[in-house]
């Protein structure tokens, strides 16, 4: 199925249809009010609300289709949809550009973008997608190794990089609200100073992926990011890096397993895609 991407685009018109029936066939989207919505709902919503944040299940395959379907939706009212996510680093960057200038092959755009392990099944239509379409894309994460020595050695770490790697990253320091649950939980999980690592590590993503998505929204347009559902849950984390203004533009979507589903929890999210 894979290979459909790399055909003519009416070809990629064939796979949109296609998608579009296993997502009315198997997919539940719900509104926070626990009523029934569509991904209709969620492009008229996002007129309003055009940074629009999709949190998935990394490795949910339902997750993934969903997506698609979404950005083929945002492309047909608002071709000039950005696409950010998470999966790329901000200094492969110049990679993505390359790739889709046809400067450079598949091969080696994804050997060297350091694409996740899940890619060819999960994320690989929706970069073909976007490149098919011309639509620009986003890599919004820190690149890891940064993340991880934050992780291991603390946040003052990032003092010793260079001005050139401090460009890979939110400015610093970093001003962390470390009393938000998301963040709160992970003191819960993992009790000690590497929680307290562990919170600036995974703030040091949020920071990141939040400067970037604003460095490269403009307004009327529509900003479609990819990322898990952790770092948009509650509309915290990415978010919490946002100035209020900008919050105020924020749509989410949080993804659930079907058996985790309570009224509670749909309540945090303006729309839940529940999957199996």
Do not use: C
């Amino acid at each position: 199925m894979l290979i459909l991407f790399l055909l003519p685009n009416v070809v990629v018109l064939a796979q949109e249809v296609e998608t579009q029936e296993f997502v009315e066939a198997e997919i539940i989207l719900k509104d926070k009010n626990g009523k029934n919505s569509s991904l209709e709902n969620v492009v008229q919503a996002a007129e309003e609300r055009p940074l629009v944040f999709f949190g998935e299940l990394h490795d949910n395959e339902q997750a993934h289709k969903v997506q698609l379907k979404l950005l083929t939706l945002f492309h047909k009212v608002h071709p000039t949809v950005v696409l950010g996510m998470e999966i790329f680093e901000t200094d492969v960057q110049h990679i993505i550009d390359e790739y889709f200038a046809d400067l450079i092959s598949q091969k080696s755009f994804e050997s060297e973008a350091r694409v996740w392990s899940n890619y060819q099944n999960d994320y690989k239509p929706l970069v073909e997608f976007a490149k098919a379409n011309k639509i620009k894309l986003i890599a919004s994460n820190v690149p890891r190794r940064y993340a991880n020595a934050v992780y291991k050695q603390g946040i003052t770490v990032l003092d010793k990089f260079d001005s050139r790697v401090r460009s890979f990253m939110a400015k610093l320091p970093l001003k962390v609200d470390t009393t938000l649950s998301t963040y709160q939980d992970m003191r819960e999980m993992l009790p000690g100073h590497d929680a307290t690592n562990m919170i600036f590590s995974q703030a040091l993503k949020d920071a990141t992926m939040a400067e970037f998505i604003l460095k490269n929204y403009q307004e009327g347009q529509v900003f479609l990011h990819i990322n898990g559902a952790y770092h948009s849950k509650l509309k915290e984390g990415i978010i919490s890096f946002f100035p209020n203004d900008f919050q105020q533009k924020v749509l989410t979507i949080n993804t659930v397993k079907r058996e985790e589903v309570t009224p509670e929890l749909l309540a945090t999210a303006d729309f839940t895609l529940i999957v199996d």
